[in-house]
């Protein structure tokens, strides 16, 4: 670090024990002390709001902002009272005069500043978070060809760190922030409200939380895991069979391995085997795992927290499709491992990925599958083993499950969230949307078994989600005469499709995306990213999966080689309608029943 000494006046002009202000010829601010024989030199901006830290009260070596209380030690530039700390310079007197030195140790400065974003996130403070990313971001260090711009580096934190302390493993924090990160990327949403609602879902999360598990799945020598000398690369089933016996410890050890030598690659070739046996917590081991993989490649330094995390939430999550209910799921999963898949011997791995060998349907043969997968779930998962048996790719049975899904949530009677006896809501529906994305995602890059056995899960989940139906499709609404012909523009005679959402008029919204043509619709979808992620809810929860819908239905939509209305009417039925965030009447009359009979609430299946 080059030094940059400048003249700050004659020591006789520093009263003792109280704080004056000094400038550089440049305008830059500084809040000075003599105390102890010592000039102490503080920016003079409060690090809160910008304040002149000289215009406050010294006691004690605590230097005390006059307009909202905040105090710093003057010998260190801590924060007491308040929040981050406040940028302080090296001085000396030399010859009666008071030098201070103005260059900053970037390297110090970094590992402040990431000091103060972490702490901020353990506060659950995203607005002292995101000054100290911005700071961050102005050291000029970050890469703007990243698409995140003087950001990337706060955003790398907080994957890093809400992966870090996440107690149960990947979450919806984490995920909210893939999401919200590609936004950015696209000039979607703007990158520092992005931040914001990202660092608060991770904040209040892992509020005050330390590490997970206090460095759990950390191997040292000093550490049983230390043990784990003899981890064999070439055999990732062992990932799978410490998830399966719930040895979250040695699962995650194991991970941190793997991802050190293989990278993001060899993660998702341990976790893929596992994540196709059953549908984990109603699809989120799927739809993490996916937001995961994309996390790890976006912030490579950040790709070990973020897929031991993964790892964790594996190692806790419910198989779901282990239960009596997925009876239909279970047998059919038995069928397929009976059946010769194409690319895959008996015996053997395939040296391709499913996507390589992906058949796609007709329109006439994909409206008949669907039809099936929206009938139930043993029609469902029969339709989709008989379907791969003669032939038909993964990922084109996928897509249409997707889109079956998004048909689903379209149909959702919104009676259930009314029930006072019954634990279901739209949010339960939306999973098999996501679920179905995450398992193209992964199916690109899966063995074709794999890629069947998403398969399978995904339209058994879909078709057992067919008591969420309302008795009868609803009626297109019609607040607004259409236009003659399709149009590229989310607009109608009462204004544009988020004015729509805004207003939260679903009839006009569904009005407006019906009179869309194909690349209207598409542009719909950025339209609404800033609602979904800013507007759309209250409690981060729902935020996360406001804004996990729209991306899964958008890609679902961009990758459909028959794009229809189905994927953009599947949001706006989920996303414009205003929903209660906290049930508190349902809340207590379930609790009431439970402790009445002993049974469950009512629930889809």
């Known amino acids: 670090m080059k030094s940059d000494w400048i003249d700050l006046g004659p020591l006789s002009e520093f009263p003792a024990e109280e704080p004056v202000l000094r400038k550089d010829g440049a305008g830059r601010r500084f809040a000075c002390v003599l105390r102890g024989g010592e000039v102490h030199a503080l920016d003079d901006r409060c690090p809160h709001q910008g304040y002149p830290l000289s215009e406050g009260a010294l006691r004690g070596g ?148 330390g590490p997970r598990g206090k460095g759990a799945g950390k191997a040292t020598a000093s550490s049983p895991l230390a043990r784990i000398a003899d981890f064999e690369l070439d055999e990732p089933a062992k990932v799978s069979e410490a998830l399966a016996a719930e040895r979250r410890d040695e699962a995650e ?15 998702r070739r341990a976790l893929l085997p596992f994540v196709a046996q059953h549908l984990h917590d109603y ?50 999963l038995a069928r397929l491992a009976e059946l010769p898949l194409p690319g895959l011997e008996a015996d053997a791995e395939p040296a391709r990925p499913a996507a390589a060998s992906a058949a796609p349907l007709d329109p006439a043969e994909r409206a008949a599958f669907e039809a099936e997968v929206l009938a ?81 899960l995904a339209a058994g989940f879909v078709g057992k989600l067919r008591n969420a139906d309302a008795a009868a499709p609803p009626a297109p609404p019609a607040p607004h005469a259409p236009p003659s012909s399709p149009s590229s523009i989310a607009r109608a005679p ?59 239905l958008q890609r679902l939509d961009s990758s459909d080689p028959q794009p229809d209305g189905a994927y953009l009417e599947a949001l706006l039925t989920y996303l414009v309608p205003v929903r209660r965030e906290l049930h508190v009447r349902r809340i207590a009359a379930v609790a009431r029943k439970f402790m009445a009979d002993g049974r469950p609430p009512e629930g889809l299946y």
């Not at 031991?308 to 999550?317: D, E, I, K, R």
């Not at 469902?380 to 079956?404: F, K, N, Q, S, Y």
């Not at 999973?431 to 199916?443: D, N, P, Q, R, Y």
């Not at 204004?495 to 619709?521: F, H, K």
């Open 253 to 267: 050890a194991r991970m941190r391995e793997l991802v050190e030598v293989r990278g993001a690659a060899g993660a």
């Open 494 to 552: 009462g204004g544009t499709l988020r004015e729509a959402a805004e207003a939260r008029d679903v009839g006009a919204a569904l009005a407006i995306a019906r009179a869309l043509d194909a690349g209207g619709r598409r542009r719909a979808f950025a339209e609404l990213a800033p609602f979904a992620a800013f507007d759309a809810a209250v409690r981060p929860i729902f935020t996360a999966h406001a804004v996990k819908m729209l991306e899964a």
């Open 62 to 209: 605590v230097l005390t902002c006059a307009w909202h209380n905040w105090k710093f030690e003057i010998a260190s530039g801590a924060c007491t009272f308040g929040g981050e700390p406040v940028r302080r310079y090296a001085t000396r007197i030399d010859g009666g005069r008071v030098l201070l030195n103005r260059a900053v140790d970037t390297g110090a400065e970094v590992r402040r500043l990431v000091a103060g974003l972490r702490e901020a996130v353990l506060r659950d403070d995203p607005a002292r978070a995101l000054r100290e990313g911005l700071r961050l971001g102005a050291l000029g260090l970050h890469r703007m060809e990243t698409g995140l711009g003087s950001l990337h580096l706060a955003f790398e934190v907080l994957a890093k760190d809400g992966a870090e302390r996440a107690e149960y493993g990947f979450d919806h924090g984490l995920a909210l922030l893939s999401d919200l990160c590609a936004w950015v990327e696209r000039g979607w949403v703007p990158a520092e409200e992005a931040f914001v609602v990202a660092a608060h879902a991770i904040g209040e999360a892992s509020a005050r939380l």
């Open 376 to 456: 139930g779930e043993r029609q469902a998962v029969e339709a989709t083993v008989r379907w791969l048996a003669r032939g038909a790719g993964p990922l084109a049975l996928l897509g249409a499950i997707g889109h079956a899904a998004a048909v689903r949530v379209a149909r959702f009677d919104s009676a259930w969230e009314q029930r006072l006896d019954a634990e279901v809501g739209v949010l339960d529906v939306t999973h098999a949307v996501t679920f179905a994305e995450a398992a193209a995602a992964l199916g690109r890059e899966a063995l074709p078994r794999e890629a069947a056995q998403l398969a399978v």
């Open 283 to 332: 699809g989120h081991g799927a739809i993490f795992l996916a937001k995961a993989l994309e996390l790890a490649e976006r912030f490579s330094s950040a790709a070990d927290e973020v897929l031991a995390a993964s790892t964790v939430q594996l190692a806790w999550a419910t198989a779901d499709t282990s239960l009596p209910p997925f009876t239909a799921t279970r047998a059919a």
